[in-house]
Antibody
Framework: EVQLVESGGGLVQPGGSLRLSCAAS????????MSWVRQAPGKGLEWVSG????????DYADSVKGRLTISTDNSKNTLYLQMNSLRAEDTAVYYC???????????WGQGTLVTVSS | EIVLMQSPGTLSLSPGERATLSCRASQSVSSSYLAWYQQKPGQAPRLLIYGGSNRATGIPDRFSGSGSGTDFTLTISRLEPEDFAVYYCQQYGSSPRTFGQGTKVEI
């Protein structure tokens, strides 16, 4: 059974940093691309970042480019999202999901809430 | 960036009725890399349709997707009580991957 479990969310001040983790199981993690998708309170879905499983090439939405970094540790089957210079508008539930670049997201984690506030 | 516009914003229907949801893209979506997701309150999205018209694993056949180019449609042939939710389209053929703003299907 495929499982994706996010962790690392919480309350952080504007300008601060946070690292999200997504532990994967039930599939060959290193062979698949992965994505981060976020959802601000009461709003729609926004794709944030993706990492290709084959080439290891990352991609980012313009809204986070230069502030967020996606990476993996294949020995731990874990996806990360390093979040720096956080802003109030980054407040959202962050989901990890499979699928990148040209694949849909069939599997999703339960999400982790990031709140950026003073 | 490909902008996806979903219509209507809200669809008010009754169980047993047919629902037709539209997703229009600002540019052609390459090779029908278009997916539909269902999301219920407090839950992660669930993949329904990929490649424009292919049902994901375990999705009932009352859900169907169609379209190509810039116009795509999700049809729910007979609404069940558990189908009342928000539906999003997503294109994953071009960077950045983008979602529509969602259509809420309510009773």
């Amino acid at each position: 059974e495929v499982q994706l479990v996010e962790s690392g969310g919480g309350l952080v001040q504007p300008g601060g940093s946070l690292r999200l983790s997504c532990a994967a199981s039930g599939f060959t993690f290193s062979s698949y691309g992965m994505s981060w998708v976020r959802q601000a309170p009461g709003k729609g879905l926004e794709w944030v970042s993706g990492l290709s499983g084959s080439s290891g090439s990352p991609d980012y939405a313009d809204s986070v480019k230069g502030r967020l970094t996606i990476s993996t540790d294949n020995s731990k089957n874990t996806l990360y999202l390093q979040m720096n210079s956080l802003r109030a508008e980054d407040t959202a539930v962050y989901y990890c999901a499979n699928g990148f670049p040209r694949a849909p997201s069939e599997y999703w984690g339960q999400g982790t809430l990031v709140t950026v506030s003073s | 960036e490909i902008v996806l516009m979903q219509s209507p914003g809200t669809l008010s229907l009754s169980p047993g009725e047919r629902a037709t949801l539209s997703c229009r893209a600002s540019q052609s979506v390459s090779s029908s890399y278009l997916a539909w997701y269902q999301q219920k309150p407090g839950q992660a999205p669930r993949l329904l349709i990929y490649g424009g018209s292919n049902r994901a694993t375990g999705i009932p056949d009352r859900f169907s997707g169609s379209g190509s180019g810039t116009d795509f449609t999700l049809t729910i042939s007979r609404l069940e009580p558990e189908d009342f939710a928000v539906y999003y389209c997503q294109q994953y053929g071009s960077s950045p991957r983008t979602f529509g703003q969602g259509t809420k299907v309510e009773i």
